[in-house]
C-alpha cells in the first residue's frame, strides 16, 4: 500500500521499519520538529526522523497540520491510509479524511482503558495485571475510534515502563503489518462506553516518592516511572532517582533502610531498591551504587 508515515519517538521506529521490511511504499514520514537538546541545546532531529533518513524516505516536520497549506501538500501524497504512532499533533478532520482508507493509529492499551497520553506508565502504576496494542480507526475524538485488530500482553512483576514500552513497540509493529495484510476483511468493533479511563500525561510533581504509602504502591511508581521521568527521594542530603525496585520482607518507619542492601519500609511493607540514578552520575545496579556510595541500616530517606 502507499502509506503515510507519522510518528515521533523510539516507540514509533520498529512500526516504520516493520512497515518498510513488508514492502509497503511510504510515501512521506512525518514526525515533529528538530528540538533544542543536550547540554549545548542544539536542535535534535527526532529517532523517527534519524531512523527515516538513513532509510532514504521523504520526512516532513511542520510545526502544525492546522493551515490549508499544510493539509493540500498532505492530500497531494494520494496515500492509501496513514499509520500514526506517538505522532504528537492533534490531526485535523482534513487530514484524517485524506487518505483513502483514513489513518490507523497504533495504541500502547487495551482501549477502552487508557486512552490519552501515557498508558505504558499508567497501566503500571495503576497495578494493571495485563495491557497489550490496539490497531484503532481514527475519528475526532481522543482514542474512541473503533479498534480492527487488539493484543493482551501480561505485565511482568518487575517490569518497568521502559520494558514494556519496548515489548509493546515490537508487539505494535507485527499487529499493523497483519492489519494491513488483512485490512479488507477487519470489521472495526466499536469501542465500549464502560471501563473508559484515561492515561493523563505524566506531571514532574507525582515523582516525588512518598515513604509513608503502601510498597506495592511505591514498587508501582518506581517501576511505572522508569526511565523518565524517574521517581526520586533524598538521599543523605542528595536527590536520587529510584530506576527499578522490587516488593520486599520488612517493616519499619516509613523511608528508613532496614539493612545495608537498600531495602526501605514504606507505610506498610518494604521495597528493595535494584538500580538508583545519583544527580550528575549514570544509572547503577544497587550492588554497584553501593560500592561508591554505602547506604548504612537506620538511614531515613
Keep these: 500500500m502507499r502509506l503515510i508515515f507519522m510518528g515521533t519517538p523510539d516507540f514509533s521506529v520498529p512500526v516504520l521499519e516493520a512497515l518498510v521490511a513488508a514492502g509497503h511504499d511510504i510515501a512521506a514520514v512525518y514526525c515533529q520538529p528538530p528540538r533544542p537538546a543536550g547540554r549545548g541545546k542544539k536542535d535534535r532531529p527526532s529517532p523517527v526522523q534519524i531512523r527515516a533518513e538513513a532509510l532514504g524516505l521523504f520526512v516532513r516536520y511542520p510545526v502544525s497540520l ?84 487488539r493484543e493482551a500482553t501480561a505485565i511482568k512483576p518487575e517490569e518497568t515502563t521502559g520494558q514494556l514500552h519496548d515489548r509493546l513497540s515490537e508487539m505494535g509493529a507485527g499487529l499493523i503489518v497483519s492489519a494491513l495484510a488483512q485490512l479488507s476483511n477487519l470489521v472495526p468493533v466499536p469501542q465500549s462506553d464502560e471501563g473508559v479511563t484515561y492515561a493523563a500525561k505524566i506531571d514532574k510533581s507525582e515523582a516525588r516518592v512518598d515513604w509513608s504509602r503502601s510498597a506495592a504502591e511505591l514498587d508501582r511508581l518506581i517501576r511505572g516511572l522508569a526511565p523518565f521521568p524517574g521517581a526520586w527521594t533524598e538521599m543523605m542530603g542528595q536527590r536520587v532517582k529510584l530506576l527499578s525496585s522490587a516488593s520486599a520482607l520488612g517493616q519499619g518507619t516509613a523511608g528508613e533502610t532496614l539493612d545495608d542492601t537498600l531495602t526501605v519500609a514504606c507505610g506498610t511493607g518494604a521495597v528493595k531498591l535494584l538500580r538508583l540514578q545519583r544527580a550528575g552520575k549514570g544509572a547503577q545496579d544497587g550492588e554497584t551504587f553501593l560500592r561508591g556510595w554505602p547506604v548504612p541500616k537506620g538511614t531515613q530517606f
Design 66 to 149: 492546522k493551515s490549508s497549506d499544510a493539509q493540500k501538500e498532505f492530500a497531494a501524497l494520494n496515500a492509501d491510509l496513514a499509520v500514526v504512532v506517538a505522532y504528537g499533533l492533534i490531526l485535523p478532520q482534513a487530514i484524517l479524511d485524506a487518505p483513502k482508507n483514513g489513518c490507523l493509529n497504533i495504541h500502547a492499551s487495551l482501549l477502552p482503558r487508557w486512552r490519552g497520553a501515557a498508558p505504558i506508565h499508567r497501566a503500571i502504576m495503576a497495578g494493571d495485571a495485563e495491557t497489550g496494542v490496539c490497531i484503532m480507526q481514527m475519528e475526532a475524538g481522543l482514542d474512541t475510534g473503533p479498534v480492527l485488530l
